[in-house]
């Protein structure tokens, strides 16, 4: 399984950006999928996760947004009202099973990161 993740970049507070992550395989449908996120000097924190049902981080539920269209083997996780503090490099990954996990040893593969940055 590969991962490839894309989408981010250098955004003002309050505004929006979008993150892809495009799966390998062909069970995409049948795994479930989340995204992390790293700060300089923090651990790898979780975002949002996805199988038939998703789940959040407190700190970004009302604010983002995580879904999949299979038929496209991706992923997204759709990101509005921007703070600075959501800065960080964002990794989807997933696991070779459908159920929930909310840390990252919870999760067998790993894309490559994309940088977000939150500024004005």
């Known amino acids: 399984v590969q991962l490839q993740a894309s989408g981010g970049g250098l955004e003002q507070p309050g505004g929006s950006l979008r993150l892809s992550c495009v799966h390998s395989?062909?069970?995409?449908?049948?795994?479930?999928m989340a995204w992390f996120r790293q700060a300089p000097g923090k651990e790898r924190e979780f975002v949002a996760a996805?199988?038939?049902?998703?789940r959040y981080a407190d700190s970004v539920r009302g604010r983002f947004s995580i879904s999949r269209d299979n038929a496209k083997n991706t992923a997204y996780l759709q990101m509005n009202s921007l703070k600075p503090e959501d800065t960080a490099v964002y990794y989807c990954?997933?696991?070779?099973?459908?159920?929930?996990?909310?840390?990252?040893?919870?999760?067998?593969?790993w894309g490559q990161g994309t940088q977000v940055t939150v500024s004005s």
């Open positions: 990954a997933t696991a070779g099973r459908i159920t929930m996990a909310t840390t990252a040893d919870g999760y067998a593969y």
């Open positions: 996805m199988n038939w049902v998703t």
């Open positions: 395989g062909q069970t995409f449908s049948r795994y479930v």
